[in-house]
């Protein structure tokens, strides 16, 4: 049996820790860059979540518009945006300021369409959009 010289100590050469260090710092490298990717699609599902909230704003005030009337002509064709009374919101937490629009509302008489009820009289289709997002469509039928 042979023993171990006492001068020689066990541990890692010079050239196995530079090896160590470069697959490191290579696993370093490809954390940070998907990293960056994470938070910019953050960012874009707080633009959505956003876009829809003013959507939803909008429609609620078209909905009271029409339930304050009592009659669905309250929400002219044509006329004036029926959430003009909304500002525009100013997200002030991101650098620079980001400004989100006030959705846009296109009225429609779509008396005689297919889904107007038949037992409606008149019927308009009231689109609200906001930049490329799906548009919430609501039906205001007279009776």
Known sequence: MR????NRCGGFTLIESIIVLVVLGIAAAGIISLQSRIFSGQSDIKNI???VQLMQECAEQVLATRR?????A???IGGPSPCGGMTAFVDTTVTPNKTYSIPSVTT?????GTGCPTGGTNCKLVLIKQDDLTPITLMLVSY
């Open 3 to 6: 023993r171990a010289s006492p």
């Open 49 to 51: 979540q956003i876009g």
């Open 68 to 72: 304050g009337s009592g009659s669905y």
């Open 74 to 76: 309250a929400v002219t």
């Open 108 to 112: 429609q008489d779509y008396t005689g």
